[in-house]
């Protein structure tokens, strides 16, 4: 149980153009969602915090409308990065806390982001 | 604010010898402290974690970590390492109360025949 997925698995786009991540709980219900960036050869660094029903939480530094997030229903998160540019491209990984265990997070396996 | 210290970027370890990686944290409050592991082009998966109950926590795959409050430290072992223990180890701090996860730098653990 507690599966987490996330599609696609690996995308290549143009730069200018927007590029849509999903993140499903598969098995469980998420109150709250997590996106994560990692760059090569480095630690994982949160983006935002999504909660069902109501506007995603940026951690500093993060840019909200080039990093839209929408968490629609209990076990869906979206990640659209807008207009993406090369310095874009990267590994991001989403995480979700079942609802009855806010205190675990499950994590998806990723979607590596390359634009050219 | 928490953070969270791994020591090596890298260890490498001869199959069958054991592993030691290590792990520093800060937090102001009582944090529960996880350890996760990466394959490459795998997710995070968990391998152990601490919530305030035993100081000397098992994890899968034959791994343990010990809480030591006094050296703020949260280090992972192994009797004897795999080849397939090759991998990215990451150090997790979460404080109490709180969601969010404040990871590490991560460990890559070199695993030779």
């Known amino acids: 149980g507690a599966v987490v997925s996330q599609h696609p698995s690996r995308v290549i786009c143009k730069s200018g153009t927007s590029v849509k991540i999903e993140c499903r709980s598969l098995?469980?219900?998420?109150?709250?969602m997590f996106w994560y960036r990692q760059f090569p050869k480095k630690s994982l660094m949160l983006m935002a915090t999504?909660?069902?029903?109501?506007?995603?939480?940026?951690e500093q530094g993060v840019e909200k409308d080039k990093f839209l997030i929408n968490h629609a229903s209990l076990t869906l998160s979206t990640l659209t990065v807008t207009s993406a540019h090369p310095e874009d491209s990267s590994f991001y990984i989403c995480?979700?806390?079942?609802?009855?265990?806010?205190?675990?997070?499950?994590f998806g396996p990723g979607t590596r982001l390359l634009v050219l | 604010a928490q953070s969270v210290t791994q020591l090596d970027s890298h260890v490498s370890v001869s199959e069958g010898t054991p592993v030691l990686l290590r792990c520093n944290y800060s937090s102001s409050y009582s944090p529960s402290l996880f350890w996760y592991v990466q394959h490459p082009n795998k997710g995070l998966q968990l391998l152990l974690k601490?919530?305030?109950?035993?100081?000397l926590v098992k994890g899968i795959n034959g791994f343990e970590a010990e809480f030591k409050k006094s050296e703020t430290s949260f280090h992972l072992t192994k009797p004897s390492a795999h080849m397939s223990d090759a991998a990215e180890y990451f150090c997790?701090?979460?404080?109490?109360?709180?969601?969010?996860?404040?990871f590490g730098k991560g460990t890559m653990l070199l695993v030779s025949p």
């Open positions: 995480s979700a806390s079942p609802t009855d265990r806010q205190e675990t997070q499950y």
């Open positions: 999504s909660n069902e029903g109501s506007k995603a939480t940026y």
């Open positions: 601490y919530t305030s109950a035993a100081t």
């Open positions: 098995d469980f219900q998420a109150t709250t």
């Open positions: 997790v701090v979460r404080e109490e109360g709180y969601s969010t996860l404040t």
